[in-house]
């Protein structure tokens, strides 16, 4: 199963990315801001999908909204 950022770039557990739009995290007020990086990621059962620490807790982010730092 390959994971790929938004420009198609590979990713693997542990890397960093980098956020390419401003995300609105459901349930919260919290805005993610563009431009935020998050490290040590860890893949998911899902191609879509990356778990990582942003904003102080750990969330579930769409790779699409990401690039690798």
């Known amino acids: 199963m390959d994971v790929k ?3 198609g770039t590979l ?3 542990g890397d960093a990315v ?5 995300l609105k995290v459901k349930g919260s007020s919290q805005v993610l801001k563009r431009g935020t990086v ?9 191609p879509a999908e990356i ?3 942003a904003g ?3 969330m579930v ?3 699409e909204f990401l ?3």
């Not at 980098?18 to 401003?22: E, M, P, R």
């Not at 490290?39 to 899902?46: E, F, G, V």
Request: aromatic share 0%; hydrophobic share 30%.
């Open 5 to 7: 950022d938004s420009n």
């Open 11 to 13: 990713l693997a557990e």
């Open 18 to 22: 980098t956020l390419i739009k401003d």
């Open 38 to 46: 998050v490290k040590n990621i860890r893949l998911t059962n899902s």
């Open 51 to 53: 778990e990582g620490r």
């Open 56 to 58: 102080g807790t750990t």
């Open 61 to 63: 982010l769409k790779t």
């Open 67 to 69: 690039k690798k730092a």
